[in-house]
């Protein structure tokens, strides 16, 4: 059985949208090869941080929600680090009581 994920994506605004589309794409992909399913994505756009990430003052936030095997989520976080254009992410499993209502 497949456990649900979800990560936030904090990209550089640099990259614009066209670059996030196809960082998007590019995690979508990794996934996908690693036995994963993308369920939903969502791109919060560009917003002001709280404190300066790396020099910049504002960044794009994606939230990717996708069910994948616990043995590759390793893998999927890895291809994350080593992405250009990627200053920080999270990745939460979500309770079993969050999945049923969402179903």
Do not use: C, H
Not at 4 to 21: A, C, F, Q, V
């Amino acid at each position: 059985m497949q456990a649900r994920y979800e990560t936030l994506l904090l990209l550089n605004p640099e990259i614009g949208s066209d670059g996030s589309k196809e960082l998007v794409e590019k995690f979508s992909g990794v996934l996908e090869r690693n036995e994963g399913q993308v369920i939903k994505n969502d791109d919060w756009g560009l917003k002001t941080l709280a404190y300066p990430v790396k020099k910049q003052t504002r960044g794009r936030y994606i939230r990717m929600e996708y069910s994948l095997p616990a043995t590759q989520v390793s893998e999927f976080e890895r291809n994350i680090r080593i992405s250009d254009g990627v200053f920080k992410f999270l990745t939460v499993r979500l309770p079993q009581d969050k999945v049923q209502e969402v179903e």
